[in-house]
């Protein structure tokens, strides 16, 4: 899928297929040399991460393993509700694991202050974050990013995994949605 795809759907593109690859790189090399002749886990945090796990796996020099969680803290709005639902947990025992957590997007960072204490409360090694994305205008709760992509603007993105309404997830791109889509 392409901008071409999706017509005037796409009010302006923040952040390239190309940018996206090479902050990749940057992310999985540093995270090669931080967990050389380590065990790591990855836990991908579902939907959305689906893109940035795959991506950044494929680019990661040692073995590691991987798992999902799907965590949710909307309601039917696009607030942030303030209580945190597992939808799906992880299938792996953290005990002495290192864990990744790998995210597409940081807003609040209210669910992933949550999630970050809830896998610490399960015996892992070590929890740390990845992020290709953070919103730091947004931030409610402080969170840690040891791999952090790029700081954007505090407005509504989609593709690279970000969705609205389930669209829009697989542009290779990440880009603001025109007013007309969402109604604005």
Do not use: C
Not at 133 to 142: H, I, V
């Amino acid at each position: 899928m392409d901008q071409s795809d999706v017509g005037n759907d796409i009010e302006k593109i923040l952040l390239t297929s190309e940018d996206l690859g090479k902050k990749l790189d940057e992310m999985a090399a540093r995270i090669d040399e931080d967990y050389a002749g380590r065990d790591l886990l990855l836990v991908g945090v579902l939907k959305g991460a689906v893109m940035v796990m795959a991506d950044l796996s494929r680019r990661l020099h040692h073995p590691i393993a991987m798992d999902w969680m799907a965590v949710s803290s909307y309601g039917s709005g696009t607030k942030s509700s303030g209580v945190v639902r597992i939808l799906k947990d992880l299938d792996t025992d953290l005990t002495g694991r290192n864990v990744l957590i790998v995210e597409d997007i940081i807003d609040s960072g209210l669910t992933l202050s949550w999630l970050v204490s809830n896998l610490r409360s399960r015996g892992p090694a070590s929890v740390e974050i990845a992020s290709m994305l953070r919103k730091p205008d947004a931030a409610q709760a402080d969170v840690e990013v040891k791999y952090l992509g790029y700081d954007i603007p505090n407005e509504f993105v989609v593709g690279f995994g970000l969705d609205y309404a389930e669209n829009y997830r697989n542009l290779p791109f990440v880009a603001t949605l025109a007013p007309h889509v969402y109604g604005g």
